[in-house]
């Protein structure tokens, strides 16, 4: 049975340009439901920290300094099948690939300034989760 609880982050670019509230908005027009959110802005140490996997990776270190430039929204969402359908919400990494009325095709820039992140397993939600939120900080 899948886990019903995924990970997301709202990115600098679409924080600074004020898509917060409209994205939140397509999130739980969506049906998932607010567990836990902060916004909060990721230090250097904590962009590369939470972006470990992707380490020797050629696009890291413009990861990780793109996500530490400003504030972020980080939350938690619940839905039946969460992350699967989070992430057919959100669409595909190149908003140019992302099908139309996704998220990532309305407010993302680039695949290197996007608007959205979104856990990609059930296991990885946990641990996203997990960095962000102590267990009093999630409803």
């Not at 992430?87 to 095709?105: C, F, S, V, Y």
């Not at 608007?115 to 962000?132: K, M, P, Q, R, Y």
Request: charged content about 25%; aromatic content about 12%.
């Amino acid at each position: 049975m899948p886990y019903n609880q995924t990970f997301m982050m709202i990115k600098p670019i679409a924080f600074r340009n004020n898509h917060a509230g409209p994205i939140l908005h397509m999130i739980t027009e969506a049906g998932f439901r607010l567990k836990a959110m902060k916004i909060t802005r990721l230090t250097a140490k904590q962009a590369c920290d939470f972006y470990a996997v992707h380490s020797d990776k050629y696009f890291y270190e413009e990861l990780t300094s793109f996500m530490s430039s400003g504030p972020i929204v980080a939350a938690i969402l619940e839905k039946e099948n969460a992350v699967a359908d989070f992430r057919k919400l959100i669409g595909a990494t190149d908003p140019a690939k992302a099908e139309e009325g996704t998220i990532r095709k309305l407010y993302a820039e680039s695949m290197s300034h996007n608007a959205v992140h979104g856990s990609d397993s059930d296991e990885n939600a946990l641990i996203e989760s997990d960095f962000f939120f102590s267990k009093m900080e999630r409803f």
